[in-house]
């Protein structure tokens, strides 16, 4: 048989709200990303025309709630309509789930005077393992899952996995926590929904994984380097959480030869959270520094940034006032002062920091035991970094 061409996608939090925490987004720029996340489903389209896949696989998260405007669900499954006769095989994650009275139940759909989905979809609508073959072709099937509820599921998917299916190439469809993952996103303790080992996965013996639920790319290989599964990561950068380029993945399966996985374009803008270290630069320096550092993140004119300057720049230097006319070379740049002042500048007290470091500087004057002296200028010390929006690091013991 042919290779199996595989077009992978999940995440897409259609109806998202996308208050752009941390990035300062104005609301005609907040307006036009949340079109833009809504958009993924024709993007997602325009990739296939592109590709030709044999399938689609869709792991999870295909809209952000329940609460979705009816007319975005109508637009996604027009969208997924339009692939006709391309087979599409989705299984609903904690966002999207499939229990009654949600997009996936036809029951509602039709209270609603809203469309079924189109009989190239194959949605998993069960808790259980359930394993259908891909259309028009014999050697190739598909194993997937539903999540019922929003809650968080904390039982291991994996800790029983389905049985491998004898078909020469066998594709899992996952939606879960990969518990080695690292990315901004992650989930940590009892916040991990259907949580899995990378040893568990890979144990199940699956040709392919097609994994959703965490939002950055993510491949995990077997222990020869190959690629035995992946998270596409969301196509549509929201926030800090989901930084830099997003992708849909193009794979290629192909019996006893290892997985080939491409990474596709999936987004129009990227969003970027930079640092720059002032250094002593003045503000030539610091903005000839910005520039190179946009330059390295490979930013374009439609981008979404966020620039931090940390360090102490040169005496009188204002890093808003140098970095002004960068703000002009992106969509939007959110620049964020966390520079030190000039160490031998009195403190003032029309700022919050002066006010601070004044007032432990009176106390570290009064105090007359050497303990208590020391625990101010800890405390001096350690509060000035907070104030300046660093996480101020545990000073080493001492012996006091």
């Known amino acids: ?191 991990r929904t259907a949580p899995f080992s990378r040893e568990e996965l890979l144990s199940a013996g699956f040709d392919w994984a097609a994994l959703g639920h965490h939002h950055r790319l993510e491949v995990v290989a077997r222990e020869d380097g190959t690629p035995a599964g992946a998270y596409s990561g969301s196509p549509t950068g929201r926030g800090l959480d989901e930084t830099g380029p997003r992708h849909f993945l193009k794979v290629t399966l192909e019996a006893g030869a290892p997985a080939r996985v491409e990474t596709l374009p999936a987004d129009c803008r990227k969003v970027l959270d930079l640092e720059l270290d002032a250094a002593g630069r003045d503000g030539e320096g610091l903005r000839d520094a910005a520039l190179a550092l946009l330059l390295e993140a490979e930013a374009t004119p439609g981008d979404v940034v966020r620039l931090t300057v940390v360090g102490q720049p040169a005496a009188a230097t204002r890093p808003a006032q140098a970095l002004a006319d960068l703000k002009g070379l992106v969509a939007h740049m959110a620049l964020r002062d966390r520079t030190l002042g000039d160490v031998d500048a009195r403190p003032d007290r029309a700022t919050a920091e002066g006010r601070f470091v004044l007032e432990l500087e009176a106390r570290i004057a009064a105090a007359e035991d050497p303990r208590a002296r020391r625990v101010l200028e800890l405390a001096a010390a350690l509060g000035r970094e907070a104030l300046l929006g660093r996480v101020p690091a545990p000073p080493a013991e001492e012996d006091l």
């Open 1 to 191: 048989m042919a290779p199996l061409v595989l077009l992978q996608s999940s995440d897409w939090h259609v109806g998202s709200p996308l208050t752009g925490r941390g990035l300062g987004l104005g609301e005609e720029l907040r307006a036009l990303r949340r079109r833009e996340v809504d958009e993924a489903p024709d993007r997602l389209v325009r990739a296939a025309r592109e590709t030709g896949p044999d399938a689609v696989l869709l792991p999870g998260d295909l809209w952000d709630a329940g609460s979705v405007p009816p007319a975005l669900f109508r637009k996604l499954v027009e969208a997924l309509e339009a692939l006709a006769p391309v087979p599409i095989f989705i299984a609903p994650g904690n966002h999207d789930f499939a229990g009654p009275g949600g997009f996936y139940d036809g029951a509602f759909l039709d209270a609603l005077g809203l469309p079924g989905w189109p009989g190239n979809v194959r949605v998993f609508r069960g808790s259980e393992w359930e394993t259908v073959a891909v259309p028009g072709r014999d050697d190739a099937t598909v194993t997937g899952r539903a999540f019922l509820s929003p809650l968080v599921e904390a039982g291991r998917p994996l800790s029983l996995p389905p049985a491998r299916p004898p078909a020469e190439l066998a594709v899992l469809m996952l939606h879960g926590s990969l518990e080695s993952y690292r990315g901004p996103d992650a989930p940590s303790g009892s916040k």
